[in-house]
Each structure stands twice: as structure tokens, then as C-alpha cells.
């Protein structure tokens, strides 16, 4: 407990350009498991291929509001975060709808 304390305070959560940079990590990270579907693949295999990598995206929203949410970012800092991630990935509305949603179950809670 003394040392999430200690994480909590620390400057660097409260900075955009820290959760940016691990996002795109994470995302990039869970990306290269999978190999890329090549030309001469079925144009079944590239649909699927392009639905994971929007599921990817998808999760790694969801936990990096939470995880962001956790380290005491305001519920607009979350917000902003979610609209240029969402908007770079081109998430559809309705997993933007479900993942502010989240973020405002979220604040309500603490």
C-alpha cells in the first residue's frame, strides 16, 4: 500500500504525453504477436485481421482509462485522452459510447 502511495503522487501520471507513449507501446506490443495477413491473403483473413486490431485498441482504451482514472486524472484529462485515441483509431461510435460510459462509472465511484 506504501508504495502505490508513493507511484500515486508521482508528477508523471498527470502528464498526457506519459499515457500516450504507453499507450502506443501497449498497443504496438500486442500488435506485433500477431503477424500481418500479407497481399496474397484471402480478403476473409485481412477483415479479420483489421476486426483484432480494432479489438486490440478497443481493450487497451478501456484498461488505460481505468488505469488512468486509478491514478487520480481528472474524469476530462480521461475524456480528452479517450477522443484523440478513439479518433487515431477510428473506433466506431458505439465502443466510444460503451468506453465514456466506463470513464464515467468510473469518476462516479470515487
Not at 23 to 36: H, K
Not at 46 to 53: G, I, K, L, M, S
Amino acid at each position: 500500500m506504501f508504495l502505490y502511495t508513493y507511484l500515486k503522487d508521482q508528477p508523471i501520471w498527470q502528464s498526457l504525453r506519459f499515457w500516450n507513449a504507453a499507450f502506443f507501446d501497449a498497443v504496438q506490443n500486442e500488435r506485433s504477436r500477431r503477424p500481418m495477413p500479407t497481399s496474397s491473403d484471402e480478403k476473409e483473413t485481412v477483415t479479420d485481421d483489421r476486426q483484432f486490431q480494432a479489438n486490440i485498441t478497443f481493450g487497451q482504451l478501456g484498461t488505460f482509462a481505468c488505469n488512468m482514472r486509478s491514478f487520480g486524472l481528472s474524469k476530462e484529462l480521461c475524456l480528452e485522452f479517450l477522443r484523440k485515441q478513439s479518433t487515431i483509431a477510428n473506433l466506431n461510435k458505439d465502443q466510444v459510447k460503451l468506453l465514456k460510459d466506463n470513464i464515467e462509472r468510473v469518476n462516479d465511484k470515487t
